[in-house]
């Protein structure tokens, strides 16, 4: 059974930096695409940011300059850099994955959230 794992959140001041890291866990033939959502309270979920299993990133407009995605195929890892954080970047943050448990199929994967708290 695949999982995602995330780590990595926590409280933070203005300004300041997180990493946050997803492992997908299981048994798979390819990892596509991966990436990183937030849901704030009261809202609905957004896309942060996402990279191709060839490394092309994309980037929510909140989130270019400040963010930086990457991921380590070895280990089927990604990871999103966050500085000069603010507190409206505070949310739950989950990642996501495009995984193929064969070469004809392919399934969206959910890690559980890890929370991400500014304070100003």
């Known amino acids: 059974q695949v999982q995602l794992a995330e780590s990595g959140g926590g409280l933070v001041q203005a300004g300041g930096s997180l990493r946050l890291s997803c492992v997908v866990s299981?048994?798979?033939?390819?990892?596509?695409?991966m990436g990183w959502y937030r849901q704030a309270p009261g809202k609905q979920r957004e896309s942060v940011a996402d990279?191709?299993?060839?490394?092309?990133?994309n980037y929510a407009d909140s989130a270019r300059g400040r963010f930086t995605i990457s991921r380590d195929n070895a280990k089927n890892t990604v990871y999103l850099q966050m500085n000069s954080l603010k507190p409206e970047d505070t949310a739950v943050y989950y990642c996501?994955?495009?995984?193929?448990?064969?070469?004809?199929?392919?399934?969206?994967?959910w890690g559980q959230g890890t929370q991400v708290t500014v304070s100003s």
């Open positions: 996501h994955a495009q995984v193929l448990p064969s070469m004809w199929a392919v399934h969206n994967r």
């Open positions: 299981g048994s798979f033939f390819r990892i596509n695409d």
């Open positions: 990279i191709t299993n060839g490394g092309s990133t």
